[in-house]
């Protein structure tokens, strides 16, 4: 069929392969307090440098200096109980989710972390005091702020934004 067409048959094989070895990677793109997640071919890599992109895949993962072990002492040392919560009986775990920047900071726009809240009541309901996850969410944040510059993630060779999550607890389980 395409024997007298040698011209369309290197065009489809060239598509083709160029289809074919395009990868796609997710990013998260953060747009002030609007989240949408886009993949784009690695062709658009250089655009996508260029722009407030945060990779949740990558090829290599932002490391905290001295590895988890060193994140889970900083955590453990830093984080202060506050005396309101103490007092309730409130225990559980936080889940903070930020965003490392390319220089290995943290980005400290209290728009870009978040917390999903595991705490529990002393009786072992879920907390609903909003007054007191609050409390929580502030000591959370303020341990965040308080880390070191952090060894940032890479995609392709190049440093990224990168979402990391990490827990905090509260109280003992």
């Not at 886009?38 to 990779?55: E, G, I, M, W």
């Not at 000591?139 to 440093?159: C, D, F, H, L, S």
Request: charged share 25%.
């Amino acid at each position: 069929m395409f024997k007298n067409h040698p011209l369309i048959i290197v065009i489809i094989l060239t598509t083709l392969l160029f289809l074919t070895s395009s990868s796609l990677y997710c990013k998260e793109y953060v747009d002030n307090d609007k989240q949408t997640s886009n993949c784009l071919q690695d062709s658009t890599l250089n655009t996508v440098r260029n722009k407030s992109y945060v990779y949740t895949e990558y090829e290599e993962m932002a490391k905290y200096p001295g590895g988890n072990e060193a994140l889970m002492k900083f955590i453990k040392e830093k984080v202060r109980v506050p005396d309101r919560v103490a007092k309730a009986g409130l225990r559980g775990r936080l889940n903070v989710s930020f965003i490392i920047k390319e220089d290995g900071f943290i980005d400290l726009d209290k728009n870009s972390i978040n917390y999903f809240n595991h705490l529990k009541d002393k009786n072992g309901n879920p907390c609903n005091d909003s007054a007191l996850i609050k409390l929580c969410e502030e000591e959370a944040y303020r341990v965040v702020t308080w880390m070191p510059r952090w060894i940032p993630g890479k995609q392709n060779g190049v440093p990224v934004k990168v979402k990391y999550n990490i827990s905090i607890e509260f109280g003992k389980r």
